[in-house]
């Protein structure tokens, strides 16, 4: 996808979370954004189903209730971000920035976290069942508990 098409994706869904007629939620679902810079964006609600977002910057994006299953973010910068809510059932983030990140009520069953950085992360009833979280780092408070590992 080239960024003309992801600019595009994007103002439709930013119409569609409006209630536009005009407006299409975003569905990624299998895009090769790899590196792509979504600083700050807004995808509540996005589908990027098997998405390759490895080494994306999506600090302070807005994911929340968003569909990532088995999406790859690996070294992802994806802290300060809103994941609350979100479904990311077995998405890779290995070695990914999730500092600061609100994962609140996230299904993250069987994803792999390992050696994610989740300094000052809000994971309260995060469903992290089966997520590998080897060499993950907590060395920081982790905000609330975990709804179960």
């Known amino acids: 996808?080239?960024?003309t098409e992801l600019e595009k994706t994007i103002a439709l869904h930013t119409k569609w979370l409006a209630d536009n007629r005009e407006g299409v939620r975003a569905d990624l679902t299998?895009?090769?954004?790899?590196g792509v810079n979504l600083r700050s964006a807004i995808l509540i609600g996005a589908v990027l189903t098997?998405?390759?977002?490895g080494g994306a910057n999506l600090r302070h994006t807005n994911l929340g209730g968003a569909v990532l299953i088995?999406?790859?973010?690996?070294?992802?910068?994806?802290?300060?971000?809103?994941?609350r809510s979100?479904?990311?059932?077995?998405a890779v983030l290995i070695d990914a920035d999730l500092s600061g990140t609100d994962l609140s009520w996230c299904?993250?069953?069987?994803?792999?976290?390992?050696?994610?950085?989740?300094?000052?992360?809000?994971?309260?009833?995060?469903?992290?069942?089966?997520?590998?979280l080897r060499h993950a780092?907590?060395?920081?408070?982790v905000r609330q508990p975990f709804a179960s590992c």
């Open 1 to 3: 996808m080239n960024n």
């Open 30 to 34: 299998g895009a090769n954004l790899r």
């Open 50 to 53: 098997g998405a390759d977002l």
């Open 70 to 83: 088995g999406t790859n973010l690996t070294g992802a910068d994806i802290g300060g971000a809103n994941l």
């Open 86 to 90: 979100a479904v990311m059932r077995g």
């Open 107 to 132: 299904d993250l069953t069987d994803a792999d976290l390992s050696g994610a950085d989740l300094r000052d992360a809000i994971l309260g009833d995060a469903d992290l069942s089966g997520t590998d």
């Open 137 to 141: 780092n907590f060395s920081s408070n």
